[in-house]
């Protein structure tokens, strides 16, 4: 017999073999929360820049969304995004730079604006973010959606950060993600130039 009533997806640490659930969510979710797959030539670059080096230099800190065995969302993060930042350039760059040079000039298209990103890490560390040292990335499927995981995710990403204050750049233009913030108690923090982002903190 079957209960109804039980829950089906459960929050658990990374595993290695969720590699290619994860790089697929990423795209799926990494245009405002949208899909992005149809705006880049290659959009393999996301992950190689919002996933997988979170999974690789701070895997205690990287939890999954499982539904029955399927990976249908995931938090990743750092406690210290200024150690990050430096393990970025000199331990996961070399792993994946040759694959998205740097373009040669300033960013011209949605491909060149992320190679530019993942060659220069240090763009991460702000002034402004200073009191806030740990950050994350969130990501559900949408038929996963609205269902409580979000929370299910940040609630465990929090208690592993066990009291680093810890900070988000969203799209500005995600007004979905940012009630989701605002519910969850983060708050703006003020940004003398957040270009298309906003920041938001949680103590
Ligand atoms: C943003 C996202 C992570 C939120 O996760 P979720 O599972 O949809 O959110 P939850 O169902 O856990 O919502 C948690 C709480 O926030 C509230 N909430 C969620 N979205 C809200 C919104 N747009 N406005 C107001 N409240 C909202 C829920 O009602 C819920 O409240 P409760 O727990 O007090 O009942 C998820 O929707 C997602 O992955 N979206 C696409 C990718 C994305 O935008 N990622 C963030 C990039 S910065």
Redesign the pocket.
């Known amino acids: 017999m079957t209960n109804e009533s039980a829950p089906t997806v459960q929050i658990r640490p990374y595993r290695p073999a969720d590699r290619e659930a994860v790089h697929d969510i990423c795209i799926r979710?990494a245009d405002?929360?949208?899909d992005a797959t149809a705006s880049y030539d290659d959009p393999n670059v996301l992950p190689e820049l919002f996933a997988h080096p979170y999974t690789h230099l701070d895997p205690n800190l990287a939890f999954v969304a499982d539904d029955n065995g399927r990976v249908v969302?995931y938090v990743l993060g750092t406690s210290d995004t200024a150690r990050f930042a430096r393990r970025f350039r000199t331990e996961w760059l070399p792993l994946v730079g040759d694959r998205y040079p740097a373009p040669p000039g300033p960013p011209n298209t949605p491909d060149e604006v992320m190679a530019h990103l993942l060659h220069t890490p240090e763009r991460m560390v702000q002034p402004a973010l200073a009191a806030y040292p740990a950050h994350l990335?969130?990501?559900?499927?949408?038929d996963?959606?609205?269902?409580?995981?979000?929370?299910?995710?940040?609630d465990t990403f929090l208690q592993a950060l066990d009291g680093v204050p810890l900070h988000?750049?969203?799209?500005t233009a995600?007004?979905?993600?940012?009630?989701?913030?605002?519910?969850?108690g983060f708050h703006e923090i003020p940004h003398p130039d957040p270009g298309p982002l906003t920041y938001l903190g949680r103590n």
């Open positions: 979710t405002a929360g949208e969302g990335h969130i990501d559900l499927l949408p996963h959606q609205g269902a409580g995981h979000g929370r299910a995710l940040i988000v750049g969203m799209v995600n007004h979905r993600a940012r009630g989701f913030y605002d519910r969850l």
